[in-house]
C-alpha cells in the first residue's frame, strides 16, 4: 500500500508568498509601479500597524553547502562598509518616497551572515536605519548569528540599538553531517553565544535545526536535540533541506542526491524529531517552528494572531515589508518587489539615486483573497470563505483538488471553510497547493520547487 509520505512527496513551493516567485507576472510590473502602491499602502497602514524592514546581509567567509541564501563568499572585510554605506542610501531613497516618517515595527537582519560585519559597522547601519523613524513602542528586532564568529561585542552591539532576539543556526551537531554540509561547528559555540545572549538581556533565543541532511540518520536529529535539550532555546526553527542544486548551482553540489536520507527517513526524523521537542516542553507553531508555551510567538498562535512573510512566522501584523540590500524582497500587500542580486548592479542602480528593484508582481483582486487563504492556512491550519470571496474564486474547484486528501484524513472539508487536523500538518504544503490557482493552471516545466517532504 502506498504510504502517505510517498503519495504527496511532490515539488512544492514553501508559501512565503502568494503568488510564489516563479509565477510573478515580471513583464506587466515596474519599479514605478511598485512606488505608487507602496505609497499608497504606507500612507494606510503606517500609523494603524506601522512597518516592518528586512536587510539582507549577503557576505560569508566561507559556503555552507545546505544553504539555500543569496550570498557572497569572501574573507575581504574592506566590503562590509561600502555596502552598509549602500543599504543605507536605499532606505533614504525610500524615505524621501513616503514622506511621512515611518513608524517602525519589525526589523530582522538575515543573511549571508550579519556577524560576518563588525560590532561597529552594524552600530552604523542601526544608527543609519533608526534615524529620522518612529520606533513603536512595541517593536521586536532580531538578527541571526552564526555561532562560530558572533562575539559578545556583536550581541552587546546590537542589544544597544535594540535588538532583542537573535537566532543561532546549529543545523546538526554530528560531525560526519558537518563536513558534508561545510559548517564545522561545536557545541560549545552555540552554548557560549546562547548563554551571552541570556547573559545581555536577549528575551528569546532561538536555534536553527534542519532534517535530511546528506549524510543525516535518524540518531543524528536524536542526538542533536538531546544537544538542545541542554540549551533549551526559547524557539526552535525544525525544517526541511530543501535540495535546489539546479537553482543555486554548485553550492549544493558536493554531495549528491544518493547521499540524503529518502523520504520515509526523512518523514521520520520529522516525526520523532517533533515527538522529542513535545516532550522537552516545546509547541508546534504552524510548519516547521516550534516554541516554548510563554515565547510571544506560541502565544500569537493561541490568540489567532500569528503572521507570516518572506521572513517566516511573526507576530507582527504589518502588511508592509520593506526589504533593503541585494535580492531582498519588499512586500506593501498589494505588490511584491525584488531587488537587484548582484552587487554591482545594485550598486549602480543606488548611484543613480534609484530605488534598486529589478522585477516583481502587482496582486489581482484574485491573488490577494488567494494569499489571504493560504496565510491562514499556514498560521492557523483553518481558513473559512464568503460570498465575496465566491465572486471571485471557484471553491469547488478547490475542494475538487482537496477531495483525495479528504480521504485520506488530511483535510476536513466543511461547506464554506477548510480545516487540518493534527494528522494534516505535515502536508500543509500540498493542502494550500490545492488553492494555488496558479500553479493549478500551469505546471511547471522544470523543476522550481523542493519536495515538499
Not at 159 to 168: K, M
Not at 213 to 239: N, S
Not at 346 to 359: A, D, G, H, Q, T
Not at 373 to 388: E, G, K, R, V
Amino acid at each position: 500500500m502506498q504510504s502517505l509520505t510517498d503519495k504527496y512527496n511532490v515539488p512544492g513551493p514553501r508559501y512565503t508568498s502568494y503568488p510564489t516567485v516563479p509565477y510573478w507576472d515580471e513583464a506587466n510590473f515596474t519599479a514605478e509601479d511598485w512606488t505608487k502602491r507602496l505609497k499608497i499602502q504606507f500612507d494606510r497602514y503606517n500609523n494603524s500597524e506601522g512597518i516592518s524592514l528586512y536587510i539582507h546581509l549577503p557576505f560569508c567567509e566561507s559556503l555552507c553547502t545546505f544553504c539555500g541564501c543569496h550570498k557572497r563568499i569572501t574573507k575581504r572585510h574592506e566590503v562590509e562598509e561600502p555596502y552598509i554605506n549602500a543599504v543605507i542610501k536605499e532606505w533614504q531613497l525610500y524615505k524621501q518616497l513616503l514622506v511621512d516618517k515611518p513608524i517602525i515595527k519589525e526589523i530582522h537582519l538575515g543573511g549571508g551572515t550579519p556577524t560576518f560585519f563588525s560590532p561597529e559597522n552594524l552600530t552604523h547601519l542601526m544608527k543609519g536605519i533608526l534615524e529620522d523613524t518612529i520606533i513603536d513602542e512595541n517593536y521586536s528586532f532580531s538578527f541571526e548569528g552564526h555561532p562560530n564568529n558572533t562575539t559578545k561585542e556583536h550581541l552587546q552591539a546590537l542589544y544597544d540599538t535594540g535588538f532583542r532576539r537573535v537566532s543561532f543556526g546549529v543545523q546538526d551537531y554530528n560531525m560526519a553531517v558537518q563536513i558534508a554540509i561545510h559548517r564545522i561547528q561545536p557545541f560549545e559555540n552555540v552554548k557560549k553565544v546562547t548563554e551571552w545572549a541570556r547573559e545581555i538581556g536577549y528575551t528569546s533565543v532561538g536555534h536553527d535545526i534542519i532534517f535530511g541532511l546528506p549524510y543525516q540518520t535518524l540518531e543524528h536529529v536524536k542526538f542533536t536535540i538531546q544537544k538542545t535539550k541542554e540549551l533549551q532555546p526559547d524557539r526552535i526553527a525544525f525544517y526541511s533541506y530543501a535540495h535546489v542544486p539546479w537553482i543555486k548551482g554548485n553550492g549544493q553540489r558536493g554531495f549528491t542526491e544518493e547521499n540524503l536520507p529518502s523520504p520515509e527517513l526523512k518523514r521520520t526524523q520529522y516525526e520523532t524529531g517533533k515527538k522529542l521537542l513535545e516532550t522537552l516542553g516545546y509547541i508546534e507553531i504552524g510548519m516547521d517552528h516550534f516554541a516554548l508555551p510563554e515565547d510571544e510567538l506560541c502565544q500569537a498562535m493561541f490568540n489567532n494572531t500569528l503572521h507570516r512573510n518572506f521572513m517566516g512566522y511573526t507576530t507582527t501584523q504589518s502588511k508592509i515589508m520593506i526589504g533593503l540590500g541585494i535580492s531582498a524582497i519588499s512586500d506593501s500587500w498589494t505588490a511584491f518587489a525584488q531587488n537587484e542580486k548582484n552587487i554591482e548592479a545594485y550598486y549602480k542602480l543606488l548611484n543613480e539615486n534609484k530605488i534598486p528593484v529589478y522585477r516583481g508582481h502587482l496582486l489581482t483582486e484574485e491573488d490577494q483573497i488567494i494569499r489571504k487563504h493560504i496565510l491562514n492556512l499556514m498560521c492557523n491550519l483553518q481558513t473559512n470563505w464568503f460570498a465575496t470571496d465566491e465572486e471571485i474564486i471557484n471553491f469547488s474547484e478547490i475542494k475538487e483538488n482537496l477531495a483525495e486528501m479528504e480521504k485520506d484524513g488530511l483535510v476536513l472539508i466543511l461547506p464554506n471553510a477548510i480545516e487540518v487536523p493534527e494528522k494534516g500538518r505535515p502536508f500543509i504544503r500540498n493542502v494550500c497547493m490545492a488553492f494555488d490557482i496558479l500553479l493549478q493552471n500551469k505546471q511547471p516545466e522544470t523543476r522550481l520547487f523542493s519536495m515538499t517532504v
